[in-house]
């Protein structure tokens, strides 16, 4: 199936440093989505995207939805050891195509 | 937030026999639900979209008569695997849409494991 395309795969970071992650696609999106995925667990939302350009914050998160429509990013701000998982994007209209996931670990 | 739950939660069972996994909107009534597999260190691949009431829509390369879905009504629908085979072990994730909505909310996934 196809899929998009996300980087950084994985990351290690440093606790209270800033995280950044994105998404391309080939195709052109009417929705972003943005979700968290704890191991042996359902991807939780983090963060929609309804429009071209939009910037939306949730809490520490921010995301926002390309111009071009074919791409989003995710910002981590201050990074604690609770953002250890994989996120995901996820982009479509009616339904959605997954990114190949960005696998966060945060060094204390 | 919306609620999407599943069950069983997690099932082990032996090669040829059925399974099946419901998954549920407590919340909010869901017209549209995705079914997804999920293998390990893996990202989320669509197997197929049902909307209440018809026939389930497959992606391709999904068989329809191996995973049978179902969707009864606007709070549950429920995925068979029918003879179940250990290359089927996987974990398996439902999502719910309501109306007028983009919005997915994901259930907590079912982890089969076929011996």
């Known amino acids: 199936g196809q899929q998009l395309n996300q980087s950084p795969q994985s990351m290690f970071i440093q606790e209270g440093e800033d995280v950044s992650m994105n998404c391309t696609s080939s195709s052109i999106f009417n929705t972003w989505l943005w979700y968290k995925q704890d191991p042996g667990e359902g991807p939780v939302l983090l963060i929609a995207l309804y429009k071209a350009g939009e910037l939306t914050s949730n809490g520490r998160l921010t995301a926002q939805f390309g111009i071009t429509r074919k791409d989003s990013f995710l910002n981590i701000s201050a990074s604690i050891p609770s953002d250890v998982g994989i996120y995901f994007c996820?982009?479509?209209?009616?339904?959605?195509?997954f990114g190949t996931g960005t696998r966060l670990k945060v060094l204390a | 937030g919306a609620v999407v739950s599943q069950h069983p939660s997690r099932v082990i069972c032996k090669s040829g026999t059925s399974v099946k996994i419901e998954c549920r909107s407590l919340?909010?009534?869901?017209?549209?639900m995705f079914w997804y597999r999920q293998f390990p260190k893996q990202s989320l691949m669509l197997m197929a979209t049902?909307?209440?009431?018809?026939?389930?829509?497959?992606e391709q390369g999904v068989e329809k008569d191996k995973f049978l879905i179902n969707h009864a009504s606007l709070t549950l629908s429920t995925l068979t695997v029918t003879s179940a085979h250990p290359e089927d072990s996987s974990f398996y994730i439902c999502s719910a849409r309501a109306a007028n909505t983009d919005t997915q909310y994901f259930g907590p996934g079912t982890r089969l494991t076929v011996l």
């Open positions: 996820a982009g479509g209209t009616y339904k959605y195509i």
């Open positions: 919340d909010f009534q869901a017209t549209t």
């Open positions: 049902s909307n209440e009431g018809s026939k389930a829509t497959y």
